[in-house]
């Protein structure tokens, strides 16, 4: 049986998160745009309604969440800021890692700063030398003792202003690829720490930037689930994420759409409201249809996903096409907008500079297309 409405609790919840978007996050989206600022209050108020512990469970200070009702969540911060959506997302990874592979003093230690706020994290997997091939990462956690002693750089940290940072190195040296990589729970003052940010076209309220550690020593119980393990851990939850990437950039472009619709009904040109003129029109509904048709994809891989049921190919799917199509869209609404649209005076162009990363943050669409490729034909058809 098909079913394409969401519960009564689902449509209560999604209706108190758009009021909180429109009232706490929409006003201050360009402001911390403008100053390159992270929304620390935003994210505490979000943390106080539950929404940076979706994924934790009560007794570690969380309020959990099925997988499609977090999916409205996300669409309706991302509407009132887009950029306020990746503590959540971090958050539902730190959950996914320490509930499923976390010690009980790990669990206790990290989740309940992470439901709170009161601490951030951030995910450190890109490398200079490895992005998309990113089984052959070279950062290195030495076992001494007790502890690993970690050399390397991450240079992709989105929140580098994070107080820990869940770092992917290799600690098993026998085998070149995945199966050497584990997972170590960096914190941002251990010694030889240090992190440098990067001025980014767009999502200028979520400082990126490069991780470096040198001779940075962590004792061993900071390594988060089996060693040698830590690839497969992470590469489950991007399935997850990606759905979720893709929910916010489509649920901001259907936004832009909307408002770009009114706005070609009440802008005149040649006597008549731009809607009018079929040149404009069909665009928009071509949007309208491109738009509706990734985020129900989305919602059929959150469904599959909370049915224990393979999602990867769903998620991969979404995560090339959802950033895609909601720029492109943006941008068209942006033209539509004239003069008007390419100033600051409206949110397109943040709009359009924030989503546009996504098409390469977690994995770009080539990496999305090789995984459907290797999902529907086969591995033995992969180039490597
Ligand atoms: C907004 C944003 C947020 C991010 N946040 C984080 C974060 O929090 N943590 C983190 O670790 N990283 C983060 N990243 C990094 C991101 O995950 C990587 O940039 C991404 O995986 C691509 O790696 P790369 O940049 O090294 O590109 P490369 O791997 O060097 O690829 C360069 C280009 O070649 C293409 N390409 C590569 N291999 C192939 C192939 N086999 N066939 C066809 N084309 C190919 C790619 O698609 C890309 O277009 C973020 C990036 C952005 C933009």
């Keep these: 049986m098909i079913d394409f409405s969401f519960t009564k609790e689902q449509e209560l919840l999604r209706d108190n998160i758009a009021k909180f978007a429109t009232k706490e996050l929409a006003p201050k989206y360009n402001h911390w745009d ?24 009560e007794e570690y200070g969380g309020n959990p969440l099925d ?18 959506v990746l503590p959540i997302m971090i958050s539902i990874l730190g959950a996914e890692l320490l509930c499923k592979f976390g010690t009980e003093e790990q669990k206790r230690e990290w989740l309940p700063p992470m439901a709170s706020a009161e601490k951030l994290f951030a995910l450190g997997c890109t490398e200079p030398d490895a992005g998309s091939d990113l089984a ?44 050497g990589i584990s997972i170590f729970m960096v914190p941002r003052d251990a010694q030889g720490v240090s992190v440098s940010d990067y001025r980014d076209l767009g999502c200028r309220a979520i400082p990126r930037g490069a991780v470096a550690m040198e001779d940075v020593r962590i004792p061993r119980s900071n390594m988060i689930g089996e060693e040698g ?52 029109s069909f665009p928009l509904a071509e949007a309208e249809t491109q738009l509706e048709a990734a985020r129900w994809l989305c919602y059929r891989g959150l469904w599959l996903r909370q049915r224990g049921l393979p999602y990867t190919k769903e998620a991969a799917m979404v995560k090339w096409w959802g950033p895609k199509i909601s720029t492109e869209v943006i941008h068209k609404c942006l033209l539509l907008h ?18 546009m990363g996504w098409q390469i943050g977690d994995g770009t669409g080539e990496v999305q297309k090789i995984i459907i490729a290797r999902e529907s034909m086969g591995r033995e058809y992969l180039p490597y």
């Excluded at 009702?69 to 009132?80: P, Y």
């Excluded at 030495?142 to 989105?158: A, I, P, T, W, Y």
């Excluded at 949110?347 to 989503?355: A, S």
Aim: aromatic share 10%; proline share 3%; charged share 25%.
């Design 34 to 57: 403008r100053n390159s600022e992270f929304p620390y209050q935003q994210v505490e108020k979000m943390a106080k309604l539950g929404l940076m512990g979706v994924y934790i469970p």
């Design 67 to 84: 997988d499609i009702t977090i999916g409205l969540v996300m669409e309706e911060i991302a509407r009132g800021d887009f950029n306020c």
């Design 136 to 179: 052959h990462l070279k950062t290195k956690a030495v076992r001494d003792g007790d502890d690993f002693v970690l050399n390397g750089e991450k240079n992709s940290v989105s929140m580098s202003n994070a107080d820990n940072f869940f770092i992917m190195a290799r600690s098993k040296f026998d085998d070149p690829a995945a199966r």
């Design 229 to 280: 393990r830590g690839f497969q851990m992470v590469i489950s939850w991007m399935d997850l994420n990606r759905i979720y990437i893709a929910l916010k950039c489509v649920s901001v472009a259907m936004l832009t759409l909307r408002e770009t619709m009114e706005h070609a009904k009440n802008r005149q040109t040649f006597g008549k409201p731009l809607a009018r003129f079929e040149g404009i």
């Design 338 to 355: 004239g003069h008007y649209g390419y100033s600051d005076k409206f949110p397109i162009e943040q709009r359009l500079r924030d989503v």
